[in-house]
C-alpha cells in the first residue's frame, strides 16, 4: 500500500512539475515584446527579459538552506503560488514598472518550484532510483520548455498578450491544485538538527559548473539561432530546430533510463561532450534542414542528457537531509548558464565574424573537461571518506 501511495505521489509531482513550468515558460518569448507596447525602451526589454532569471539566481542559495529545513509541501505551494500572482500581475499591467514586479515576483517562485519539487521528487525515490527517477523528472520539464514558448507565441498570434498570460495562470494554478494531493508532505524533523548555515554545497560546484558550460551553448542558441541564421542567409526552418531538440531529448531520456542508475557518470560526460562538439559543429556548417535537424538531435544528446545526469550525481553527493542544497547549488549552474548564454552569444554576434559564432562557443569543452577532473578527486575523496 505505502508503495502504491509513494507511486502516486511521484505521479503528481511529475504532473505538478509539468504545469508550473509551463507556466513562465508560456509568457518567456512574448514577455519583452508585451513590454514594448507598454512603452518599455529596447534597454528596458531587455531587463524585463532576464530580470526573472537574476532574481532565480540571487534568491536560489536562501532557498537551499530553507528546502532541507522547513516542509517542502509548503515551500513548494509558496513558490507555485508566487508563479500564479507574477501572471495575474502580467494581465493586469499598465505599465513597465509593473512588468518588473511581476518578474522578480516569478524569478522567486521559479527557483522556489525548481528547488523544492526536484528535491521533494529525490526524497521519495530509492537510491538505487534516483538516475532514472530525475530523468523522468527532467523530462517533465523538457516537454514543458518545447511545448509552451510554442503555445505561448500561438495563443499571442491567434488573440492577445494577456489571453496568454491567462492561461498561464490556469497552468500555475493547476500545479497549485495537484500538489494539495500529494500525501507524503516531506515535513522537516520536529528539532532539526543544528548545523551552521550554508548557502552552498561545495562538492556540488564542479557539476554545477559543468553544467552551466553545456547551458551556454544552449541558451546562446535559443536567444540567437534565428539572428544566425539571417544573418548567414540560411534556407532552413529554424521553427523545426526546438521540436526536434524535445522529440530526440525525449526519445534519449526513456531509452536510457534504465541506465542511468548503473552506468558511470564518466561515461555519459564524455558522450554528451561528444555530442555538444557535434552539434557546434552542425550549427556551424549547416546548409540545409538536414544539418539543423542534426545539430537539434546532438544538443540533445549533449545539454539535454547532461541536466538528468547532473542533477541526479550531484543529489547522490550529498546525505538526504542536504539535498535541498546540493539540488539548489546546481541549479545556481543552470541560471548562470542561462543567463550568460545570450550574453555571451551577443558579444560574439557583434564582435566576431558571423562564421566564427558557433566555433568560438568550443571555449566550453575544455572548460567543463577541467571540471570534470575536480569532480572526479573529490568523488574519490569522498569514497573514501565513507569506505
Same mark, same amino acid.
Given at each position: 500500500m505505502a508503495g502504491s501511495q509513494t507511486k502516486r505521489d511521484i505521479a503528481l509531482i511529475l504532473a505538478a512539475s509539468f504545469f508550473y513550468m509551463a507556466s513562465p515558460m508560456l509568457i518567456t518569448p512574448i514577455i519583452t515584446g508585451f513590454s514594448e507596447s507598454l512603452g518599455a525602451s529596447g534597454v528596458m526589454m531587455g531587463f524585463i527579459g532576464g530580470i526573472m532569471n537574476i532574481c532565480s539566481l540571487v534568491s536560489r542559495p536562501f532557498i537551499? /538552506? @530553507?528546502?532541507?529545513?522547513?516542509?517542502k509541501y509548503k515551500l513548494s505551494s509558496f513558490g507555485i503560488f508566487c508563479v500564479l500572482?507574477?501572471?495575474?500581475?502580467?494581465?493586469?499591467?499598465?505599465?513597465?514598472?509593473?512588468? /518588473?514586479?511581476?518578474?522578480?515576483? #516569478?524569478? @522567486?517562485g521559479f527557483a522556489c518550484c525548481s528547488t523544492c519539487l526536484s528535491t521533494w521528487m529525490s526524497d521519495l525515490l530509492p537510491p538505487n532510483k534516483i538516475g532514472s527517477?530525475?530523468?523522468?523528472?527532467?523530462?517533465? #520539464?523538457?516537454?514543458?520548455?518545447?511545448?509552451?514558448?510554442?503555445?505561448?507565441?500561438?495563443?499571442?498570434?491567434?488573440? #492577445?498578450?494577456?489571453?496568454a498570460f491567462f492561461i498561464a495562470a490556469v497552468t500555475a494554478s493547476l500545479a497549485l491544485i495537484i500538489v494539495q494531493f500529494v500525501k507524503n508532505r516531506d515535513e522537516a524533523p520536529a528539532q532539526p538538527a543544528k548545523r551552521s548555515l550554508q548557502f552552498f554545497d561545495k562538492n556540488v560546484f564542479p557539476i554545477a559548473f559543468i553544467m552551466m558550460m553545456f547551458g551556454i551553448p544552449y541558451c546562446a542558441t535559443q536567444s540567437f539561432l534565428v539572428s544566425y541564421a539571417e544573418a548567414r542567409h540560411l534556407s532552413v526552418s529554424i521553427s523545426l530546430f526546438f521540436p526536434a531538440y524535445a522529440a530526440a531529448l525525449l526519445i534519449l531520456r526513456l531509452s536510457l533510463k534504465n541506465y542511468f542508475d548503473t552506468k558511470p557518470f564518466g561515461m555519459?560526460?564524455?558522450?554528451?561532450?561528444?555530442?555538444t562538439s557535434l552539434a557546434l559543429y552542425f550549427l556551424a556548417t549547416m546548409q540545409t534542414n538536414a544539418g539543423l535537424l542534426a545539430a537539434a538531435v546532438f544538443m540533445a544528446g549533449g545539454n539535454g542528457i547532461m541536466f538528468s545526469v547532473c542533477q541526479s550525481t550531484a543529489m547522490l553527493l550529498a546525505p538526504k537531509n542536504k539535498r535541498g542544497l546540493a539540488n539548489s547549488t546546481f541549479y545556481i549552474g543552470i541560471d548562470v548558464g542561462m543567463s550568460l548564454g545570450p550574453i555571451i552569444a551577443g558579444f560574439f554576434y557583434q564582435h566576431f565574424a558571423i562564421t566564427l559564432f558557433y566555433p568560438l562557443f568550443f571555449f566550453t569543452i575544455p572548460l567543463a573537461i577541467i571540471a570534470f577532473l575536480v569532480y572526479r578527486h573529490i568523488a574519490k575523496k569522498l569514497k573514501q571518506a565513507h569506505a
Open positions: 537551499g /538552506v @530553507l528546502v532541507d529545513r522547513i516542509s500572482l507574477s501572471c495575474i500581475g502580467y494581465f493586469f499591467a499598465q505599465s513597465p514598472a509593473l512588468i /518588473v514586479a511581476a518578474r522578480i515576483i #516569478n524569478g @522567486l527517477g530525475m530523468g523522468i523528472f527532467g523530462t517533465m #520539464n523538457a516537454l514543458s520548455m518545447a511545448i509552451a514558448p510554442a503555445a505561448g507565441i500561438s495563443i499571442y498570434q491567434l488573440t #492577445n498578450h494577456r489571453t555519459f560526460f564524455a558522450a554528451s561532450i561528444v555530442s
